[in-house]
């Protein structure tokens, strides 16, 4: 997706952090490359990268994001608040690993959960950008 936006990723990693800028992230949220990873998780730094170094974000910038993408696309909610999701042309089913979600019970269900992103690696540990609503 990156290439066919940008004509590359670097490209594509420039306008991430341009668009980081006008959202009001901090100068400490540095985006490397196009998925988010570090290098080491990728096992490779692409030589052809404008950005060097590792890809950092504070939890107040992925506050903001979040809530920038959910002002801006709320139909994200719609998607990351399902517990599954059938990928038909691929033949795959991609699940959701968001144990707050409601459906999802068990002991970290937090009634209202819509979403919305979570992730680990090795340096940042668990991460969770979360939503939910209740009562309006």
């Known amino acids: 997706m990156a290439e066919y936006m940008a004509g590359s990723e670097a490209s594509f990693v420039l306008t991430m952090n341009d668009k980081a800028r006008s959202l009001g992230l901090s100068s400490r949220t540095i985006f490397t490359n196009a998925t988010g990873l570090s290098g080491k998780d990728l096992g490779f730094t692409d030589p052809n990268m404008h950005i060097s170094g590792e890809t950092m974000m504070t939890a107040r910038d992925t506050a903001k994001l979040a809530a920038a993408l959910i002002y801006h696309h709320p139909d994200i909610l719609n998607i990351s608040s399902r517990t599954q999701m059938h990928l038909k042309n ?11 979600l409601p459906a999802m019970g068990g002991i970290y269900a937090y009634e209202g959960t819509d979403g919305l992103k979570t992730g680990h690696d090795n340096r940042a540990g668990y991460c969770i950008a979360g939503s939910a609503q209740r009562d309006g």
């Open 90 to 100: 691929k033949g795959l089913y991609v699940s959701n690993s968001n144990f707050m």
